[in-house]
């Protein structure tokens, strides 16, 4: 525990107190001069007879105000308090395929990694977004609830996997669904930034997805990521990174994985959102974000703390008292008893 927020400020009083010192002796040497000059000893001491003699607490009182002051400013703290500060946010699930197709190399070093690579930088400048984290393939499910916090957002995206779902395949209705359910309690407008190489193996399903989009206000911001000539997907690669074999299919052929942006637009369209085709990190960060413009946002507390209690006040308090003594200090003439 640190007992002062500003322990400088004790240095400080230091010369502030020398200070006020050198100016009472200074005052005091040079009124003594003068006196000497002006007046002998004896016709000095007649003339102050009645008034009262000077005193040293006066000086105190000056420097103990100066030094309670100063310790007021170093900040005392002790004690604990639990701080709930308050934002305002807009709402948005960010949801990435995992599927196997997103091994694919066409976009280097492979589609997932260029994507948590973007999705990174995304969250590092979405500071007034509360955000949720969605994996999906042919099912989706939530890898981090809606939050602010950047820390548990980069630890999420980083621990995204290709087939770290139990289920194979890839459906774009799933993610929409499950978005739309995470998104349900806050009104307004909220958006779903869908990045997948477009590939759907349940397409009757997207026009309910559509409509689950559009009545809970949820843009779809789709980002399609991969080329249209498409590439191999790379089922086994050694510890050093090198391909040993490519995805097949069930008669035994080799597996071509292409973008597939049909079903992106359709939704990104149906939903006010937007199509981003993939291109660079930074590039597709700042289309986002320019995306994101305009949605609602609501109050909310953020994360709490704990922090300690500010004591200044203490002080304070009594700076202001020695002060006070200070000026109401008697001085001038003094009060004569009444003769029998």
């Not at 200044?312 to 001085?331: D, E, K, N, S």
Request: hydrophobic share 45%.
């Amino acid at each position: 525990m640190e007992l002062f927020a500003r322990p400088l400020f004790l240095l400080y009083s230091i010369p502030a107190l020398a200070a006020v010192l050198f100016l009472f002796w200074a005052g005091r040497y040079l009124k003594n001069r003068a006196i000497r000059i002006l007046f002998t000893p004896s016709a000095y001491e007649k003339m102050t007879a009645d008034l009262r003699a000077e005193s040293y607490g006066r000086t105190v009182l000056m420097c103990l105000s100066v030094f309670f002051l100063f310790v007021a400013l170093a900040g005392p703290q002790w004690g604990t308090e639990i701080l709930e500060a308050q934002g305002s946010f807009a709402q948005t699930v960010i949801a990435v395929d995992v599927s196997a197709s997103m091994r694919a190399q066409d976009v280097s070093p492979d589609r997932l990694d260029s994507a948590k690579t973007m999705l990174r930088m995304l969250v590092s400048n979405l500071k007034e977004e509360r955000i949720g984290i969605v994996a999906f393939t042919s099912k989706a499910f939530i890898q981090c609830p809606i939050t602010t916090d950047e820390d548990a957002l980069r630890y999420f995206i980083t621990s995204l996997k290709p087939n770290m779902l139990p289920v194979a395949g890839t459906a774009l209705a799933e993610p929409v669904k499950l978005a739309a359910r995470m998104l349900s309690k806050y009104p307004g407008q909220k958006a779903l930034i869908l990045l997948t190489d477009g590939e759907d193996h349940s397409p009757e399903d997207i026009a309910s997805a559509k409509e689950i989009a559009q009545k809970s206000g949820v843009r779809v911001i789709a980002v399609g990521i991969g080329t249209k000539e498409g590439t191999l997907i790379p089922d086994k690669i050694d510890a050093s990174g090198r391909i040993l074999e490519y995805k097949k299919d069930k008669q035994g052929n080799t597996v071509v994985s292409k973008l597939d942006d049909k079903a992106l637009l359709a939704l990104a369209q149906a939903t006010g959102g937007a199509y981003i085709p993939y291109t660079t990190p930074a590039q597709v960060s700042a289309k986002i974000e320019d995306a994101l413009r305009g949605l609602d946002k609501t109050q909310s507390a953020t994360a709490k703390r704990a922090t300690y209690k500010t004591r200044y006040q203490i002080p304070l308090v009594l700076a202001l008292l020695c002060l006070t003594g200070y000026l109401l200090w008697p001085r001038g003439k003094r009060r004569r008893k009444n003769s029998l």
